[in-house]
């Protein structure tokens, strides 16, 4: 429910853990960050009564060079103006996401270019890593937003999300173990 509504409001917010935000995006090598942008949207959007927001139109924007760039850009003002409302002590940096989104862009687009597997392996986990501290910021702003709204609310991973990363972390201990064998074939 958002803050001006009556209790009869079915969306009940719930803290994402910040850690599991930041580990799903690095085992996916930076692919849930696009789910987290849509998943985030949609609950702001919810929490906003805003029927013009499309979440999953928003994450697919993401994706894209440069145009992804404003996406994160509009995500993160938007966070800010809601924390802003609520007085909240934290605040998100909505060029900084614009930036942090543009350089992981440019490290994702060049280990496409020629280069040793161990280069291109690393460009993409640098990438990676961008992403995930950008969906991990948003998501710590997100709680704080939560927090100041409504108090306490339920902070827990869900089980899918667990499983998730279970098996992200499979998948991405294979690709630094193929790398270390020189088993990593090239695109």
Same mark, same amino acid.
């Not at 001006?4 to 690095?26: H, I, M, N, Q, Y």
């Not at 499309?54 to 993160?76: D, M, Q």
């Not at 900084?96 to 687009?109: C, G, K, P, W």
């Given at each position: 429910m958002? %803050?001006?509504? !009556?209790?009869? !409001?079915?969306?009940?917010?719930r803290?994402?853990p910040?850690?599991?935000v930041?580990? @799903? /995006? @690095?085992?996916?090598?930076? @692919?849930?960050? !696009?789910l987290w942008i ?11 009564g ?5 979440p ?15 996406? %994160?850009? $509009? ?6 103006e809601m924390?802003e ?6 605040? =998100?940096?909505p060029? #900084?996401?614009? #930036? =942090?989104?543009?350089l992981?862009?440019?490290l994702?687009? /060049?280990?496409? %270019?020629?280069? /040793?597997?161990?280069?291109r392996? $690393? ?5 990676a890593? @961008? ?21 306490a609310?339920?902070r ?6 667990i499983?998730a990363?279970?098996?992200? #972390? $499979?998948?991405?201990? /294979?690709?630094? %173990?193929?790398?270390?064998s020189g ?5």
């Amino acid at each position: 429910m958002n %803050a001006s509504s !009556t209790p009869e !409001t079915v969306f009940a917010p719930r803290e994402r853990p910040v850690w599991l935000v930041v580990a @799903l /995006s @690095l085992v996916s090598f930076g @692919l849930y960050t !696009t789910l987290w942008i849509g998943l985030s949207w949609a609950e702001l959007k919810r929490e906003r009564g805003d029927p013009r927001m499309h979440p999953w139109w928003h994450a697919l924007g993401f994706t894209l060079p440069v145009y992804g760039w404003f996406r %994160a850009l $509009i995500h993160f003002r938007l966070l800010n103006e809601m924390l802003e409302r609520v007085h909240s002590p934290r605040l =998100v940096v909505p060029w #900084a996401a614009f #930036a =942090v989104n543009a350089l992981a862009d440019v490290l994702a687009l /060049s280990s496409y %270019a020629p280069a /040793s597997e161990p280069v291109r392996f $690393i460009r993409s986990l640098s990438a990676a890593i @961008l992403l995930a501290g950008l969906a991990g910021e948003g998501q710590a702003g997100l709680n704080a937003y939560w927090r100041a709204a409504y108090g306490a609310v339920p902070r827990r991973p869900y089980p899918l999300e667990i499983a998730a990363l279970l098996l992200g #972390a $499979i998948v991405f201990g /294979s690709a630094f %173990a193929g790398l270390l064998s020189g088993g990593i074939a090239s695109p």
